[in-house]
T-cell receptor, first 112, second 113 residues
Framework: GDSVTQMEGPVTLSEEAFLTINCTYT??????LFWYVQYPGEGLQLLLK?????DKGSNKGFEATYRKETTSFHLEKGSVQVSDSAVYFC???????????FGKGTMLLVSP | DVKVTQSSRYLVKRTGEKVFLECVQD?????MFWYRQDPGLGLRLIYF???????EKGDIPEGYSVSREKKERFSLILESASTNQTSMYLC????????????FGPGTRLTVL
């Protein structure tokens, strides 16, 4: 069935470092793809999305490109901040009701 | 912006109690969802609803029921709470059929003693 696989964490970086969090997917067709972020003690927030191949989603300095040839949707940011410390989830829809399947989440820890 | 609210941020109940978790969204979304989130297990779908009075089981419906009497409100019910239902419960809503993504509430951390 359709699924996403994302790299395990935690990812530990110093402030201003470059971030990549890998996400690959298995799906029939070409579904939309999403990245969500969860700050400590809060619910998930939609960070960015891409709805078709070669689309680039971006928000708050984060980017991800929908790559059909590698079935990937890696999350990147050029210079992370301490405030980016959170858990990041990759997701894709499973059916016509927008039910999502989520990756396990990758914790990012950024130190000053 | 879409707003999804949950009735409590923190809740403590005793084993055997009936527990109601309420979720309200203000964007006229058709679809609503209840998840639980546990360390090491990620998000697991309990129930979802794609219309008023409609409900579908998710991956882990045992021990839970739901109610959707109005479009904006989706309730999760623990008929007889047990300690293994101690968890973070997240509600979400969405419109359409996949491209819009889901919008989440802040979560309810439930502790069952």
């Amino acid at each position: 069935g359709d699924s996403v696989t994302q790299m395990e964490g935690p990812v530990t970086l110093s402030e201003e470092a470059f971030l990549t969090i890998n996400c690959t997917y298995t799906a029939t067709g070409y579904p939309s793809l999403f990245w969500y972020v969860q700050y400590p003690g809060e619910g998930l927030q939609l960070l960015l999305k891409a709805t078709k191949a070669d689309d680039k989603g971006s928000n708050k300095g984060f980017e991800a490109t929908y790559r059909k040839e590698t079935t990937s949707f890696h999350l990147e940011k050029g210079s992370v901040q301490v405030s980016d410390s959170a858990v990041y989830f990759c997701a894709l829809p499973l059916d016509g009701y927008s039910t999502l399947t989520f990756g396990k989440g990758t914790m990012l820890l950024v130190s000053p | 912006d879409v707003k999804v609210t949950q009735s409590s941020r923190y809740l403590v109940k005793r084993t055997g109690e009936k527990v109601f978790l309420e979720c309200v969204q203000d964007m006229d979304h058709e679809n609503m969802f209840w998840y639980r989130q546990d360390p090491g297990l990620g998000l697991r779908l309990i129930y979802f609803s794609y219309d008023v009075k409609m409900k579908e089981k998710g991956d882990i419906p045992e021990g839970y029921s739901v109610s959707r009497e109005k479009k904006e409100r989706f309730s999760l019910i623990l008929e007889s709470a047990s300690t293994n239902q101690t968890s973070m419960y997240l509600c979400a809503s969405s419109a359409g059929t996949g491209g819009s993504g889901q919008f989440f509430g802040p979560g309810t951390r439930l502790t069952v003693l």
